[in-house]
Each structure stands twice: as structure tokens, then as C-alpha cells.
Nanobody
Framework: QVQLVESGGGLVQAGGSLRLSCAASGRTFSSYAMGWFRQAPGKEREFVAY????????YYADSVKGRFTISRDNAESTVYLQMNSLKPEDTAVYYCAAKTSRTVAGYSDTGRYGYWGQGTQVTVSS
């Protein structure tokens, strides 16, 4: 069991930046690959970014590639999402999640993640 708590969301103008944090507690954080997902009103939850348990490799949705950076600090049991050059279409509730296996297979599939945070709202104004 692992508990996840996101923070860092808020209201920002287009072109601005935010850094989201996800603090984990419970079972060993470094055992889990981690992902960030987002859900806009009326839309399905979608993949944003993935980081391996070691931090050794990452994957991004095409829509955020080059603007967002995922990282992790296993000593602090925290995963981050640095979001730059924000656009109004980035507005959503952002969730961090812990993947149930260390393999990279299914990294963008919500069903492969067994633990979820409560989400943090990000609103980008035009």
C-alpha cells in the first residue's frame, strides 16, 4: 500500500510555469514506477508523463513533450512534474499514480496503476 498526495497546482497565465509535487508514504517509494495523468472536465483521464523506478528513463505525451519534465527524489519519496510554457489546454486536474509493476509495459495505461492521489487543479488562463 502506498499513499500519494499531490500539491503545487493553481492558477497561472498562459506561458507561465508550475511545479507539481507528489509525496508518497507507505511501502518503499523506490519500488514503484510513477506516472502523472490529467483529466479535464468532460474528458477521460489521460497520460502525461512516466518515470521509471530508478529515474533512469522517462516518457511523455506528445502534447507536453518539450514543455513538461518529470523527475523523482527517492530519498524524499517524491515525484515532481515541472510544467513550463503552459497553455489553456493544459487546464485539468492532475493526478500522480504508482504503477503496479516495475516494467515499462503499459506506462500510459491508467489500468496499470494501482495507487492514485486525490489530484490537484491546474488552471491556465489565456
Amino acid at each position: 500500500q502506498v499513499q500519494l498526495v499531490e500539491s503545487g497546482g493553481g492558477l497561472v497565465q498562459a506561458g507561465g510555469s508550475l511545479r507539481l509535487s507528489c509525496a508518497a508514504s507507505g511501502r518503499t517509494f523506490s519500488s514503484y514506477a510513477m506516472g502523472w495523468f490529467r483529466q479535464a472536465p468532460g474528458k477521460e483521464r489521460e497520460f502525461v508523463a512516466y518515470i521509471a523506478w530508478s529515474g533512469g528513463y522517462t516518457y511523455y505525451a506528445d502534447s507536453v513533450k518539450g514543455r513538461f519534465t518529470i523527475s523523482r527524489d527517492n530519498a524524499e519519496s517524491t515525484v515532481y512534474l515541472q510544467m513550463n510554457s503552459l497553455k489553456p489546454e493544459d487546464t485539468a486536474v492532475y493526478y500522480c499514480a504508482a504503477k503496479t509493476s516495475r516494467t515499462v509495459a503499459g506506462y500510459s495505461d491508467t489500468g496499470r496503476y494501482g495507487y492514485w492521489g486525490q489530484g490537484t487543479q491546474v488552471t491556465v488562463s489565456s
